[in-house]
């Protein structure tokens, strides 16, 4: 009897995640906030927003997010060496929400980068991102 709660227990739980577990989902997160950087520093705005959740379009216009991007690009330059300072992995019935806190190097300036995805069989998609830098708003 205990085994088969236990198994029942693991396979809800598994079918609850998509079959994505903790690691699993934080480095498909890990993987998405890279591609994230090569967009940016490529300028493919309309790439990242293409490939963002629909939580995210739903708060976020495609022109809004250009114009967002475009300003730190312009103001803080491109994106380099990064370094992970937090994460926290949320399960929902339908997937993971990943939260992973960065401290990104632009140019000469250091920021903190908060990304949020949304990640279900290992295939994560940007919910929200949120950039704080003094610097940016300086200039």
Not at 52 to 72: H, M, Y
Not at 112 to 127: G, I, K, W
């Amino acid at each position: 009897m205990r085994v088969w709660l236990i198994s029942l227990l693991f396979l809800s739980l598994t079918g609850i995640t998509g079959c994505t577990t903790v690691p699993e989902a934080r480095k498909a997160a890990s993987v998405s906030v890279s591609r994230f950087h090569e967009e940016f520093n490529s300028e493919q705005y309309d790439q990242i927003y293409d490939e963002s959740d629909a939580r995210f379009k739903g708060t976020e216009s495609k022109k809004d997010l250009t114009v967002f991007l475009t300003s730190i690009h312009q103001k803080l330059g491109k994106s380099g060496n990064t370094k992970e300072e937090n994460s926290l992995v949320y399960t929902t019935q339908g997937g993971m929400i990943v939260n992973l806190r960065y401290q990104t190097q632009f140019g000469n300036t250091l920021a903190h980068e908060n990304f949020t995805f949304f990640v279900d069989h290992d295939h994560a998609t940007l919910v929200g991102y949120n950039l704080q830098s003094p610097e940016f708003f300086e200039k």
